[in-house]
Structures are given as structure tokens and as C-alpha cells.
């Protein structure tokens, strides 16, 4: 399987390896997509590139935060960056000790492919079929939820909820 991961983490950049921008330790591991990594005394947030976790309010958020933990707090991190998020948060592919987190988030039935934006031969892909098929983590449940559609559902029902306390019927 690790053979597999380190294939697998030589395909992420079109050139077959990766740069690596950024290293230090994980001190900190916000959720199932994003972790911090201490670089020359300075704090760096990163969300792992290409996939997105369930977010710690929905089913499966703790297990894939805990996941995350297991695979990369205290270790030594290498990040590659692949580009800058919301939040000023790096977007990068990470590899803690020697496994690759994004990769193995996915594997795990920990992450999903964040289809948005990954392209369609990403070997992300096949990763998360294997994950499917053997029922793993999120997919042993029967429907599981995107955490964008998630996001989704949560932030429609808050805007219901202003209207509602605001004695008004809705947009």
C-alpha cells in the first residue's frame, strides 16, 4: 500500500514530483483538511490540496480530524504548495514522516475528492473508488453528505433562521 501512496503522491504535479515549499512540524490539527505546521518559529496553516473533509459538526467530522492526527501531529511535515486558499491558508499536497496525508485521507474514507477542483484523471479518483468499495469510513454510511452540500444546507437554514427572528417570511 505504500508503494501505491508514493505513486500516487509522484502524480500530483504534472512534472511527476513535487517541490517541496515548506517544512516543519505539525503542531496542530484543525480538522480532517487543515493543519498547521510550525516553520522557522512561525505557525503556517494548510489545507490539504484536492480533497475535503467532513466538517467537525457532521457525521464522520471527528473521526477524520482524529485520522488526520494520527497520520501527521508531531511529525515532520513537507509541503508542497499548489496554491493559496480562502482564509490565507496555503493550499499544498503534505507529507508527514513518509506518508502523504491527502492521499491517505481519501484512502481512508476520511475525505472526499473535492471534485470542484481536481481534475478528472486525478489518481485521487481511484483512491476513493477503493474506499467506496470496501465501505470505508464515511462510505460505510448509507447517504453519506458532501461537506460542500453540507456547507450548504447549513448556511441556507441559517439564513432561515435570521428571517424567521427577524418576523419576516424570507428573501
Known amino acids: 500500500m505504500k508503494k501505491i501512496l508514493y505513486i500516487l503522491f509522484a502524480l500530483w504535479s504534472p512534472s511527476g514530483a513535487l517541490a517541496f515549499d515548506l517544512a516543519g512540524r505539525v503542531v496542530d490539527v484543525h480538522d480532517g483538511d487543515t ?8 505557525e503556517v496553516k494548510v489545507r490539504l490540496e484536492g480533497i475535503d473533509a467532513p466538517e467537525l459538526g457532521q457525521r464522520y467530522g471527528k473521526r477524520s480530524k482524529r485520522s488526520l492526527a494520527d497520520i ?6 513537507r509541503v508542497s504548495e499548489q496554491n493559496h486558499g480562502h482564509h490565507g491558508r496555503i493550499l499544498g499536497v503534505v507529507l508527514c514522516g513518509d506518508v502523504e496525508a ?3 485521507q481519501v ?3 476520511m475525505a472526499w475528492v473535492f471534485d470542484r477542483y481536481v481534475a478528472d ?5 481511484r483512491l476513493q473508488d477503493d474506499a467506496k468499495s470496501r465501505q470505508r469510513g464515511l462510505w460505510a454510511d448509507r447517504q453519506p453528505v458532501a461537506p460542500w452540500e453540507w456547507r450548504a444546507r447549513s448556511h441556507a437554514k441559517a439564513i432561515e433562521l ?6 419576516l417570511n424570507g428573501p
Open 121 to 125: 484523471g486525478s489518481p485521487l479518483y
Open 162 to 167: 435570521k428571517w424567521h427572528v427577524a418576523g
Open 107 to 109: 484512502l481512508r474514507g
Open 102 to 104: 491527502n492521499s491517505t
Open 35 to 42: 493543519l498547521t505546521v510550525l516553520v522557522d518559529r512561525e
Open 72 to 77: 501527521c501531529i508531531g511529525k515532520h511535515a
